[in-house]
């Protein structure tokens, strides 16, 4: 069974539940990649507590694939050299996720690099195929997760995804090489659509459900589902993220989840927990430039990550992607307002030796 392919206790921890961001790209003043400053991130994550990390995807931006660029199989490369090499040091093995785009063709190509380059999954992003109908899709999952492990993802359309009905995710969750599913459509119906084809196909033990919502991670990982599936009853939470919101603040993403995880056994929830949701959601509101149509998202994450010294430009791969009118001020408030959600003096400690050789 190709789930046999991943070590057993990273197997074991993504199911318990874990932070997995989702990395950037760093660029330098000449828009090329900056592979020291690469290499930082990937220690910072490591050392922030991370237990996985997600690259090629959506905050490393898809025109790495361009072949002007012709960034992807470096980038993972650099990526994954760094998780081993750090995480050596540090005892620790983070689990590798790639990005993996495009018609088929280019699908299988990506996962077998991927592969190849030591990443243990795949999050398989259907977006260039916005036409195919659910016969065309489900062939498309099958022949990528016979290649290695698949995350499945569901991504809003307002950044390139496209609404994938019931019926794809029922028989989605029945192939034998999904290991989980990123749900971020930023939209209660469409995440519920993917909880219970989960159940109805009987995969609660071998998929596991992560957040991609950024707009609602706290309430995400809170909420317990029951659904009454062929006259048994099916309980189902939201493991762990994957999220771009936590490639930035990352030490204090674990620390939420892990206060999550302690709360969810909890008979009462404290109220509490609804005002940092909401102190949270305020703040992605920022990041992702959620007033302009999520515009400035990768400029807002990188950003957050220049101030803090990780990052030497904002700079992106289009010329065009910068940060929106009015978002610098909005970033310098969420700063003031909520303190205890970033992670700027852990990140100032250790900074020189994440930089260093």
């Known amino acids: 069974m190709i789930q046999k392919s ?17 990395m950037p790209l760093a660029l330098d003043e000449k828009r090329s990649l900056d592979e020291r400053r690469q290499r930082a991130l990937a220690r910072y994550y490591v050392d922030a507590g991370a237990g996985g990390l997600a690259v090629g995807v959506h905050s490393t931006q898809f025109e790495i694939r361009d072949e002007k660029h012709g960034l992807y199989q470096p980038v993972l490369s650099l990526v994954s050299e760094a998780l081993n090499d750090w995480g050596k040091r540090r005892g620790r093995k ?10 088929t063709q280019q699908a299988l190509a990506e996962a077998a690099l991927a592969k190849s380059l030591g990443y243990h999954a795949g999050l398989l992003s259907l977006s260039a195929l916005k036409e195919a ?14 290649v290695f492990p698949v995350i499945g993802f569901y991504l809003q359309p307002s950044v390139g995804g496209r609404v994938l009905p019931f019926s794809f995710w029922r028989r989605f969750a029945e192939l034998p090489g999904v290991i989980g599913i990123k749900m971020a459509p930023f939209n209660r119906y469409q995440t519920f659509d993917v909880v219970r084809a989960v159940a109805e196909a009987g995969a609660e033990d071998r998929i596991t459900l992560y957040t991609g919502n950024d707009d609602n991670i706290v309430v995400d990982l809170l909420t317990q589902w029951n659904l009454r599936v062929g006259g048994r009853q ?38 509490e ?15 992702f430039d959620a007033a302009n149509g999520f515009a400035g998202c990768i400029p807002g994450i990188h950003e957050v990550l220049r101030r803090q010294g990780l990052l030497s430009t904002i700079l992106c791969l289009n010329p065009h992607e910068t940060l929106s009118r009015g978002q610098a001020e909005e970033l310098d408030r969420i700063q003031a307002s909520y303190p205890m959600l970033h992670d700027d003096v852990f990140v100032k400690q250790h900074l020189a030796q994440w930089l260093g050789d």
């Open 6 to 22: 991943i070590d057993a206790g990273l197997l074991s921890a993504f199911r318990d539940g874990m932070v997995i961001p989702a």
């Open 234 to 271: 099916v309980r189902l939470r939201v493991k762990g993220g994957l999220l771009g919101h936590w490639c930035v603040w990352t030490r204090r993403a674990v620390e939420l989840l892990s206060e999550i995880k302690a709360a969810r056994e909890q008979s009462v929830l404290p109220a």
């Open 273 to 287: 927990w609804l005002t940092r949701a909401a102190e949270i959601t305020d703040s992605n509101a920022v990041l």
């Open 94 to 103: 983070l689990l590798k996720v790639a990005g993996i785009c495009g018609g």
């Open 133 to 146: 109908g659910v016969d065309e899709l489900i062939r498309h999952a099958t022949l990528v997760s016979e």
